[in-house]
């Protein structure tokens, strides 16, 4: 990886993926012309975009560049038209496929509360006001990558009449020790960097993988005595990130306990157009997307909020790139536009005027420039 030249590979994936990439690809040509950033960046094809044109939704061409990049920059895939595809070509596959074939295990899912929006969020403002917490999931083990299996079991019997056949179809929740401790490292590096307080989810009073989960956290805890480190089953933990959210700093926990967690802290700040995220190896390496999907319903139409995919591209800059600085410039330029009362739909309020997808983009870009 060259840090001097480094290069981006941009998945622009399906719905209003296109739309919101062009946005960012229009900061990365400002950073370049006038803010010192020397990189390179190409395309690539994933999701429903790659079913269409090849067959399959990450073509092998696909990897080769991300595992050749510095960084990957992804919008989003899906939607409807692929709802019949069988299961192993759908958009979400390309998605899973790529976060295992990178060993994107640290998926870094910050929910923050921008200021200027915080009517937007469904609850009270004096439970969110300045909220800032981080989860960090699990992304390549657990029931998402477990042994799964549909079997036909017996004859299924209900009342007088027998059914020719009983299905059943199982998936797995395993986790190793090596798993768990990597990422619980991750959790509490993160938190060292942040306010120091780290809740580990799971579910030990009734699963096996949480008992193990549970164990190998406290001793991981051992080389970070600096860390305040607490445990939370997950249906509490739902409960609590709804009843009172600043509780928490940085939230550690497994793949599906985190996609389950992680939509209900985007929606604390009422504004998940606004979210970015961040899925890491262990070189660094990172692939980064907004939380959220591709919103078929919209694309097209100019109705997208570009600023999760233009903080997407302020992590990149920040974790896999090491330009602190560059990234700070992106972050203050699209707190400035927000400061400014430039509004997309989904985080306008009523009565409040509304901006196309590329107006914001442009707002970003004249900011950026202005300071
Ligand atoms: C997410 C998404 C994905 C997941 C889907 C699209 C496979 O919900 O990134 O949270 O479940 O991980
Ligand atoms: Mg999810």
């Known amino acids: ?29 400002a950073l370049r ?5 020397a990189a390179t960046w190409t395309h690539g094809l994933i999701g429903g975009a790659a079913y ?56 870094l899912r910050p929910a923050l509360l921008f200021p200027q929006l915080a009517a937007a969020s469904s609850l009270k403002a004096e439970l969110v006001a300045d909220l800032d917490l981080l989860i960090v999931r699990e992304l390549t083990g657990g029931i998402y990558f477990g042994k799964r299996e549909s079997v036909v079991e017996a004859d299924y019997q209900v009342g007088e009449i027998t059914l020719p056949s009983a299905r059943v179809s199982r998936d797995t929740e395993a986790y190793s020790d090596f798993e768990i401790a990597r990422i619980a490292k991750s959790g509490f590096e993160a938190a060292r960097l942040r ?24 001793e991981v805890a051992k080389e970070y005595p600096d860390v305040e480190l607490s445990h939370l ?12 959210p600043k509780q928490f700093d940085v939230i550690v926990t497994s793949n599906l306990f985190g996609d389950i967690l992680s939509d209900i802290a985007a929606q604390l700040t009422g504004s998940i157009g606004m979210l970015p995220s961040a899925s890491l190896n262990e070189r660094g390496q990172g692939l980064y997307e907004p939380i959220h999907g591709s919103a078929p319903d919209i694309a097209g139409q100019q109705l997208a909020n570009p600023l999760a995919m233009i903080l997407s591209l302020a992590m990149l800059l920040r974790y896999s790139l090491k330009r602190a600085d560059l990234a700070d410039k992106v972050a203050a330029a699209v707190r400035a536009v927000l400061a400014d009362g430039l509004r997309t739909a989904d985080i306008a309020r009523a009565g409040e005027a509304r901006v196309s997808t590329s107006a914001m983009g442009d707002a970003v870009v004249t900011a950026l420039n202005s300071n």
């Open 1 to 29: 990886m060259s840090q001097q030249n480094p290069k981006i590979l941009i998945l622009p994936g399906d719905g209003i993926g296109p739309e919101i990439t062009k946005e960012a690809e229009k900061v990365l040509q």
């Open 33 to 37: 012309a006038r803010h010192g950033f």
């Open 52 to 107: 269409d044109d090849c067959g399959e939704p990450l073509p092998a061409a696909t990897l080769e560049a991300a595992r050749d990049a510095d960084a990957v920059l992804m919008a989003a895939v899906g939607g409807p038209k692929y709802d019949l595809a069988p299961r192993e070509l759908r958009p979400e596959r390309g998605l899973l496929a790529i976060r295992a074939g990178l060993g994107l295990y640290a998926n």
């Open 195 to 218: 306010n120091k307080r780290l809740c580990s989810v799971d579910k030990a009073n009734v699963l096996e993988s949480s008992q193990l989960w549970r164990e190998v956290v406290i």
């Open 233 to 244: 089953y997950v249906d509490n933990a739902a409960m609590q990130l709804v009843r009172a």
